[in-house]
């Protein structure tokens, strides 16, 4: 073993902000070792300055970053992506593919793929799967998504993709007797999420029972909340067995919800940044699943005004919602380590500084600034 401890910290555990010990980690194994009274004389030694230590950030919703997207099926842009976001104290992600055509999904899918066994040990944030947002919803909700790529839900694609696909968004409305949403959950350990949706409060709840556990950028892109019809929004909040995410970049939902979304959904609340390939770049024009989108400050739009992903950096969101809260501190950090992890059932491996996991650490200032970011114990990034 090679322990290596982080000395003079506040570490963020899941339940509490402890100071006055030390984390131990082994750089070879890539382990967490736990929490310590003393450091050994002459022991490999990191000074956390009285920042906060914390677990690495998961991002299970991310389309692009530093002029790079997923869906352009370029192995070398999503590794460009995943260099670039460990700065922002990213460790974990999902390259999020969009409603493009099924041969460019089918294409950005084996693009990932030929990735991820090499992410777990590159300089840059692990690539756990994919999210797919889309192609597989409402063409009424379809956001910035492209009206003309949307199909019918189809669990035989899913499936047959499922060593990638970690997680998929779909409209249960255009799932007929939900037999995706069914079979999904019978057959494949895909995280089913509910978005672009214009679905009914009752069908949304049906769904929910049937194996869709997950709601795709709550409030938006799908049916709003109503004290006569509380639609998706209602029914994502309703059911215990759903986890929402939150694009707390201050402009995608106002930042008063925050807190009533984390009140409602406790561990089941989870930041993500939507985040494209404008992401890290100057004000302009990109694109966006084909279409041209304008980035200007926080807001990236379509020509015709339609709000198109984010520019959000994942640390940021962390720093909005403690802005705009009174929630505790190991709380907000919770939103996108411990809980993401949870949605896409890998907490056994990471998420959380306990020992035995990964040593997948960030040290952040109060600001949530990054000055140190470490994957399986290797560090990637330093301010």
Not at 314 to 330: E, F, G, I, Q, R
Request: overall charge negative; aromatic content about 4%.
């Amino acid at each position: 073993m090679a322990l290596t401890y982080i000395t003079n910290g506040k570490i963020v555990l899941p339940d509490s902000v402890l100071c006055g010990k030390s984390l131990a980690f082994d750089s070879v194994s890539g382990k967490i070792c736990g929490l310590v009274d003393e450091v050994p004389a002459g022991a490999d030694v990191i000074d956390a300055g009285g920042n906060y230590v914390a677990p690495g950030l998961i991002d299970i919703h991310i389309h692009g970053y530093l002029g790079e997207d997923t869906s352009d099926a370029k192995p070398e842009g999503i590794k460009k992506m995943a260099y670039g976001v460990a700065k922002n104290g990213v460790t974990a992600f999902l390259p999020t593919t969009m409603t493009v055509s099924k041969d460019q999904i089918i294409a950005a899918l084996n693009a990932v793929r030929s990735l991820k066994e090499e992410s777990k040990t590159w300089g840059g944030a692990e690539i756990i799967g994919v999210h797919a947002e889309g192609p597989f919803i409402n063409p009424s909700k379809k956001g910035a998504q492209a009206e003309e790529n949307i199909l019918k839900p189809d669990a035989d694609f899913i499936i047959e993709n499922a060593d990638i696909i970690t997680s998929v968004t779909l409209a249960p409305e255009m799932d007929e007797g939900h037999a995706c949403i069914k079979k999904l959950a019978a057959e494949s350990n895909v995280l089913v999420s509910m978005g672009h949706t214009d679905a009914k409060f009752e069908e949304a709840m049906s769904a929910a029972k049937d194996g869709v556990n997950h709601a795709t950028h709550l409030f938006n892109a799908m049916s709003a909340l109503a004290h006569r019809n509380p639609g998706v929004v209602g029914a994502a909040l309703a059911s215990d067995n759903v986890s929402v995410e939150v694009i707390a970049d201050t402009f995608h939902i106002n930042p008063g919800l925050y807190s009533i979304v984390a009140k409602v959904k406790g561990d089941k609340m989870v930041l993500i940044t939507d985040c494209t390939r404008a992401g890290g770049m100057p004000d302009g024009e990109y694109d966006l699943g084909g279409q041209p989108i304008f980035l200007k400050g926080i807001e990236c739009r379509l020509a015709d005004g339609t709000i198109a992903g984010s520019v959000l950096k994942l640390n940021s969101a962390v720093k909005n919602v403690l802005d705009h809260t009174d929630l505790p501190v190991n709380e907000v950090f919770k939103m996108a380590s411990l809980n993401p992890a949870k949605a896409i059932r890998c907490d056994n491996r990471i998420g959380s500084l306990e020992e035995g996991k990964d040593a997948d650490i960030i040290i952040a200032d109060e600001n949530i600034n990054i000055i140190r970011t470490i994957k399986k114990g290797t560090t990637i990034y330093e301010a």
